[in-house]
């Protein structure tokens, strides 16, 4: 029998006693009833009173788009919620991650479920090392975001009522997005942004040289962020935590967010990821 991935056991624990969930080639496995305990052991989700196991009742889609800013085919996920849909979380991924990034590390569609919000969760390959901005290789993740992805995704959702999320290079992405599209999206939240204070700081390849760096220097586009609602949370033991408090002190109009005790890691992220959600389900209800 092969074996099961952490999400299918995620989706089997939501279904409850006698929930099932399949397993290969038409195999079928209970999840539910006693063996609900050695399953939450086996996946590392042993419940306590500060980690839930949310139900989960969404319609996960998958595909890929001939992209034209990227030059090639690039993949997508696409989560439907149990409720009808009034905006949707365009999620991008860290360096090194892909598509899956939002569903299988962060399981941002179970989240989504817990706390009850009416939004799509949808998610790109933006490339491993791409920064999420144009690059001298000819390729353009944000362009590819605005232009070919979310048009997308609004055609098949029926929303256009939009939202970032992003982590470590996503989380700078994120913010770069929301500063060079004014107006098209209500909100942003982004968990240990991958920033840096001066070219000679950044990562190699993170930029084409400090010329790249200033033109996307999401410092410098902060007050475009005006009139949306902003998010920051990054751990007091990441190596971008100084960083990210500069960046939260410069904001126009204040931020919600934390500095809590975490790490550059999906565990970190996994643990803020709730009040990230209700940070933009709240938002949608403005």
């Given amino acids: 029998m092969a074996r099961l991935t952490r999400r299918q056991i995620l ?17 079928l496995v209970a999840i539910g009833g006693p063996h609900r305990d050695h399953l939450l052991h086996q996946v590392g989700l042993e419940e306590s009173p500060n980690n839930k196991v949310a139900p989960t009742s969404v319609t996960i889609l998958n595909g890929e788009f001939a992209s034209k800013h990227m030059g090639r085919a690039v993949g997508w996920s696409l989560s439907i919620p149990s409720r ?12 090194g991650g892909n598509h899956h990034f939002a569903f299988d590390e962060i399981h941002l569609p179970d989240v989504v479920e817990s706390v009850k919000a009416p939004l799509v969760v949808a998610a790109v390959d933006g490339g491993p090392d791409s920064y999420w901005h144009p690059r001298t290789d000819g390729t353009d993740a944000l362009s590819m975001l605005r ?8 055609e098949r959702t029926n929303t256009n009522r ?7 290079m996503g989380g700078y992405g994120s913010l770069l997005a929301a500063e060079h599209s004014t107006g ?4 942003v939240t982004v968990a240990s942004p991958a920033l840096w ?6 990562a190699p390849g993170a930029f084409d040289g400090a010329a790249d760096y200033h033109r996307f220097d999401v410092f410098a586009g902060q007050q475009r962020l005006s009139g949306l609602a902003v998010r920051v949370d990054c751990g007091t033991g990441d190596p971008f935590y100084q960083a990210t408090r500069r960046f939260v002190s410069g904001l126009p109009s204040g931020y919600q967010g934390s500095f809590g005790r975490g790490f550059h890691d999906p565990a970190y992220w996994r643990s803020v990821a709730p009040a990230q959600v ?5 938002a949608l209800d403005r």
């Fill in 184 to 187: 098209r999206f209500f909100a």
């Fill in 84 to 95: 009808q849909a009034r905006g949707v979380i365009y999620c991008l991924h860290g360096r």
């Fill in 197 to 202: 204070t001066s070219p000679g700081q950044t």
């Fill in 278 to 282: 209700t940070t933009i389900a709240q």
């Fill in 147 to 154: 232009d070919e992805f979310i048009p997308m995704v609004e």
């Fill in 162 to 168: 939009r939202a970032l999320l992003g982590w470590s």
């Fill in 11 to 27: 989706i089997g624990i939501g279904a409850g006693t006698g929930g099932v969930v399949a397993v290969g080639a038409g195999a």
